[in-house]
C-alpha cells in the first residue's frame, strides 16, 4: 500500500534519519544550509526503495519536490514563536502530499464522511475538548475557592495546564470506553488521583479539595456519559 510505504520513508526521513544538528543548521543557515538538501535526497531515495517500483520514481521525486518546498517555506516563515505552530503546520503539508498521492491511486477515498457512526464519534470527541471545559468551568463558578492562608501552596503552573490536562483526561476516558476497556477508566482515576490530590492534602484546604473533586467528577463523568451515549 503505497499510503504507508510513503508514510514509513517519511517518517525515518523527518524524524530517525535526521540529526538534531542538521535541524539547528538549517534553521541557522536556512536555503544555504547543505543539510536541507542532504535531508531532501534522502527523503526521495527513501520513497523510492518503499515504493520498490521503478516505474513509481515519479511519485519519489513529486514527494521530494514537494518536501523541499514545505521545509523551504517553513525555514523562511518561522520564528522563535512560530516554531511549534510551523511544526505542525510542516507535518500536516507533507502528510497531506503523501495522501493525496494515495487518493490518485485509489487506495483512500472519503467515503468516511458519509460513515454515520464515523461522525457521532468525532461529533463525541470534539464535545469533549473546548465545549465540555466551558461547561464545567461555568458549572464550577460560583463555587471557586480564593486560594489564601499559610498554608496555601504557592507553585508555578503552565499556561493552560489544566484546561488541556482535563481535554486530554477526557479524550482518554471516550477512548477506553469505545474500545470496551473499562479498567482503562480506574486506571486514569487512580492516576489523577494519586499526582492531584497528593498536593491538595498538603495545601490542607478543604474548599479547594472539594473544587477540585468536584471539577475532575464532572470531567470524568462527562467522558463516561458520552462513551456510553455513543455506545
Wanted: glycine share 6%; no cysteine.
Amino acid at each position: 500500500m503505497i499510503l504507508i510505504k510513503l508514510i514509513l520513508a517519511h517518517l525515518l526521513g523527518d524524524f530517525i534519519l535526521q540529526p538534531n544538528s542538521w535541524v539547528a543548521d538549517k534553521e541557522n543557515h536556512k536555503l544555504k544550509s547543505k543539510f536541507l538538501y542532504l535531508h531532501i535526497l534522502i527523503h526521495t531515495v527513501l520513497s523510492l526503495i518503499f515504493l520498490w517500483d521503478l516505474q513509481l520514481w515519479w511519485v519519489a521525486v513529486l514527494v521530494g519536490i514537494t518536501h523541499f518546498i514545505i521545509d523551504a517555506s517553513k525555514l523562511i516563515f518561522q520564528n522563535v514563536k512560530t516554531n511549534k505552530r510551523w511544526f505542525f503546520i510542516d507535518q500536516l503539508l507533507h502528510v497531506s502530499v503523501i495522501a493525496g498521492v494515495s487518493f490518485y491511486f485509489g487506495e483512500f477515498s472519503f467515503g468516511f464522511v458519509q460513515n454515520q457512526e464515523f461522525l457521532k464519534v468525532i461529533m463525541a470527541a470534539l464535545f469533549l475538548t473546548t465545549p465540555a471545559s466551558i461547561f464545567i468551568k461555568i458549572l464550577l463558578s460560583s463555587w471557586t475557592p480564593a486560594p489564601d492562608g499559610p498554608n496555601t501552596i504557592q507553585t508555578e503552573s503552565l499556561s493552560s495546564a489544566g484546561k488541556y490536562i482535563g481535554i486530554l483526561e477526557r479524550l482518554l476516558v471516550f477512548t477506553f470506553i469505545m474500545v470496551n476497556h473499562w479498567e482503562g477508566v480506574g486506571f486514569m482515576v487512580a492516576a489523577k488521583s494519586v499526582f492531584r490530590f497528593s498536593d491538595l492534602a498538603q495545601a490542607k484546604q478543604r474548599k479547594l479539595t472539594e473544587y477540585v473533586l468536584i471539577g475532575t467528577l464532572l470531567s470524568f463523568g462527562l467522558a463516561v456519559l458520552t462513551g456510553i451515549i455513543i455506545k
